[in-house]
Nanobody, 125 residues
Framework: QVQLVESGGDSVQAGGSLRLSCAAS????????VGWFRQAPGKEREFVGS????????YYADSVKGRFTISRDNAKNTVSLQMNSLKPEDTAVYSC??????????????????WGQGTQVTVSS
């Protein structure tokens, strides 16, 4: 069992940066891939990126590639999402998720068994 709690959401101006954190509890965290997803009002949940169990491999949606960076520290049971050059279209609730049934990008929410509650990111123009 893995419990996830996100933090770091805020309101920022376009062009600004935010760093989201995902804190996990549970002994099996390092055996899980971790993904970040976002959902804007009236829109479907969208894959943002994911990171492999070791942290050596990261994958990103085209919409955030080059602006967002995912990292993890398995010793501290945390995963971070560094977001730079934020745009108004990045406004959404961001959630981290963990799962043990996938290798690679793991874009589908179906691969993830555990989800956090989400944190709001608002980017104004």
């Amino acid at each position: 069992q893995v419990q996830l709690v996100e933090s770091g959401g805020d309101s920022v101006q376009a062009g600004g940066s935010l760093r989201l954190s995902c804190a996990a509890s549970g002994r099996t965290f390092s055996s899980n891939i971790v993904g970040w997803f976002r959902q804007a009002p009236g829109k479907e949940r969208e894959f943002v990126g994911s990171i492999s169990r070791s942290g050596l491999n990261t994958y990103y949606a085209d919409s955030v590639k080059g602006r967002f960076t995912i990292s993890r520290d398995n010793a501290k049971n945390t995963v971070s999402l560094q977001m730079n050059s934020l745009k108004p279209e990045d406004t959404a609730v961001y959630s981290c998720a963990a799962g043990g049934r996938c290798v690679g990008m793991c874009k589908s929410p179906a691969y993830y068994e555990y989800w956090g509650q989400g944190t709001q990111v608002t980017v104004s123009s």
